[in-house]
């Protein structure tokens, strides 16, 4: 059984960071896209940041400068480094993976097949 596990949520003020972790098991994922999106509350779940097999990576405007994405192929896990939080950054995370091997269609949601339960990030202002 495949499974992705979010961890590292929290409550931080304004201008400060938190690092965000997804496990994968049941699987690798070492040559598929990985990502993370985003929930806040009334809103549409939207796209953050995507990585590559190879390590390259993509981000959503908002956090461009801010976040960092990266990965661990041998630990199969996933972080997102998040850096000058802003109260705006208030949402439900959420770990993503693409089962199909090497294919970077990073932006949509329907690419992904697995989800993790989602971690939550309140920003205080």
């Known amino acids: 059984q495949v499974q992705l596990v979010e961890s590292g949520g929290g409550l931080v003020q304004t201008g400060g960071s938190l690092r965000l972790a997804c496990a994968a098991s049941?699987?690798?994922?070492?040559?598929?896209?990985m990502a993370w999106f985003r929930q806040a509350p009334g809103k549409e779940r939207d796209f953050v940041a995507a990585i590559k097999w190879s390590g390259n990576t993509v981000y959503a405007d908002s956090v461009k400068g801010r976040f960092t994405i990266s990965r661990d192929n041998t630990n199969n896990t996933v972080y997102l480094q998040m850096s000058s939080l802003k109260p705006e950054d208030t949402a439900v995370y959420y770990c993503?993976?693409?089962?199909?091997?090497?294919?970077?269609?990073?932006?949509?949601?329907?690419?992904?097949?697995?989800w993790g339960q989602g971690t939550q990030v309140t920003v205080s202002s």
């Open positions: 049941g699987r690798s994922f070492s040559r598929n896209t």
């Open positions: 993503a993976a693409d089962s199909t091997a090497y294919r970077w269609n990073y932006y949509s949601e329907r690419f992904y097949n697995y």
